[in-house]
């Protein structure tokens, strides 16, 4: 082939590319979360939740602030609607707070000033042509009920089914497509294993893992009561959440390949497993009980579920929404010594980075946009979910940045492996909404870390909202249906 020939060739398919279009039924959107951007934190009846208490509490966020008004979403929720309008987006990812509509948590007190609050957000939503998604639990805890043990009391789960039901009840009319629980994982490990999130109970060998069966049970609980209660007349759909970076071996050793799978089912698997295939995943069942019979327990740490409980909780999806932000390298260790028992310890597994990736302002974040293409054919492949929504993806910066041109180039990159899943691969990925729309408190950080595509001014008693490069390139995009400069 002549030079002239292959430049053409070239040009033919980077013009292919650029033109490549999402689906008609695609759906492009932002999300956001309760606590982190709503304020009101004690007004109009509203109960304490965990995350009210943790902040009060020296030393437990970084820069010493708290979400007692954050955005103040709780007042100007009809600005943050008008920019989403104003944006294009077909979808809105919110969360309820539990204690906003019932403050105890518990069914006895319903709080009408909280379930006016959600009726008129999903009313203006719906008055601008823009689909609520909601999530019922994202992280807020009513206080009382961690008053009475929390995800570790066995009867969490019937508490949340009484929530889900009010809220199922009160919104069920209005949305389509509900999440149970946030990323359980973040919940368990570091709230309840670890003491970096509220509650911070420091449990770190047995924490985890009651509060993952807890989880689980809770999610099943909800589904099932959506199911039989309110699906027939509702139609919508109901899905836990699952939070995953993509895991790369670090060799092509036996040694690492086993590794990355017990990192998978670990940190993913853990919640996934029971909902999509039944049970916990089986390496993990076989590891902690080895580790738990070494430390001296005539148990294992990890709770076993009943058959009533597996065929209860197997199959409590409708779809699968998917939070994902990076990709991580995977290696074997050794197995640790017998000591402090932890999750850590039981997968004996190390994590790093490829120096050559991006960094963000989070330490944990790193770009890496082909591995979301692998993540979503591995998911297909282990989970087949009929229908995936990723409901988180994004980048954070220091505060002050409007022209976050490396914003842009993360969801750029990301947004064009997806779109290559959906086009390329047949992955039936439906919709997008990325993290987020809001710069917010981002918990134990504070306000020292930025997701939003929209800059707020936390100086300023009005919480002023700039669009930033990054809100206006996503604009285009959605305008286009396609990856845009």
């Excluded at 944990?364 to 087949?384: A, C």
């Amino acid at each position: 082939m002549s030079v002239i020939g292959f430049l053409f060739v070239l040009f033919l398919a980077i013009s292919a590319a650029a033109e490549k279009q999402f689906p008609d039924g695609f759906k492009f959107g932002a999300a956001t979360a309760a606590y982190q951007i709503e304020g009101g934190w004690d007004e109009d009846g509203k109960g304490l939740s965990i995350w009210d208490n943790f902040v009060h509490e020296a030393g437990n966020i970084v820069d010493d602030s708290t979400g007692d008004v954050a955005c103040d979403s709780y007042h100007k929720y009809r600005e943050d609607v008008a920019i989403l309008k104003d944006l294009g987006v077909d979808i809105y990812r919110f969360s309820i707070a539990w204690s906003r509509i019932m403050p105890n948590g518990t069914p006895n007190e319903i709080n009408q000033a909280g379930i006016d609050y959600y009726l008129n957000l999903i009313a203006e939503l719906l008055l601008h042509d823009i689909e609520p998604i909601v999530t019922l639990y994202h992280w807020d805890l009513p206080q009382y009920l961690e008053n009475l043990g929390g995800w570790l009391n066995p009867q969490i789960a019937d508490y949340f089914g009484d929530y889900a039901r009010v809220v199922f009840e009160h919104f069920g009319p209005y949305v389509k497509y509900w999440i149970t629980l946030n990323e359980p994982l973040a919940t368990c490990l570091s709230g309840y294993g670890g003491d970096s999130l509220a509650p911070a109970k420091g449990l770190v060998g047995d924490g985890t893992y009651q509060c993952a069966y807890n989880t689980i049970k809770a999610h099943a609980k909800a589904y099932r009561i959506y199911e039989k209660e309110f699906k027939q007349e509702q139609g919508g759909k109901v899905a836990s959440n699952i939070p995953s970076p993509m895991f790369y071996s670090k060799t092509d050793s036996i040694e690492d390949i086993e590794a990355r799978e017990r990192a998978f089912e670990f940190n993913v698997g853990l919640y996934a497993h029971a909902i999509y295939r039944g049970n916990w995943p089986q390496i993990v069942i076989d590891r902690v009980a080895n580790r738990s019979k070494l430390e001296g327990y005539s148990f294992s740490r990890l709770p076993q579920f009943t058959q009533e409980e597996i065929d209860y909780i197997n199959g409590t999806f409708d779809y699968l929404t998917l939070n994902s932000y990076f990709s991580t390298i995977v290696e074997h260790t050794e197995e640790a010594p017998i000591g402090t028992p932890s999750i850590y310890s039981d997968q004996s597994t190390l994590s790093s980075s490829d120096p050559s990736w991006p960094t963000s302002a989070s330490s944990w974040l790193v770009s890496d946009p082909p591995g979301i293409r692998y993540l979503l054919n591995y998911i297909q492949e282990k989970y087949n979910p009929g229908e995936i929504v990723i409901t988180e993806n994004g980048w954070s910066t220091v505060p002050g940045i409007l022209n976050d041109e490396d914003r842009v180039t993360y969801l750029k990159g990301y947004l064009s492996n997806i779109l290559d899943a959906v086009v390329e691969d047949g992955i039936n990925v439906t919709g997008y909404t990325l993290w987020s729309l809001l710069d917010n408190f981002e918990w134990s950080q504070g306000y020292t870390q930025r997701f939003g595509i929209v800059d707020v001014d936390f100086e300023s008693p009005n919480r002023t909202r700039t669009y930033k490069s990054s809100a206006e390139w996503y604009k285009r995009l959605i305008a286009a249906r396609q990856i845009v400069d």
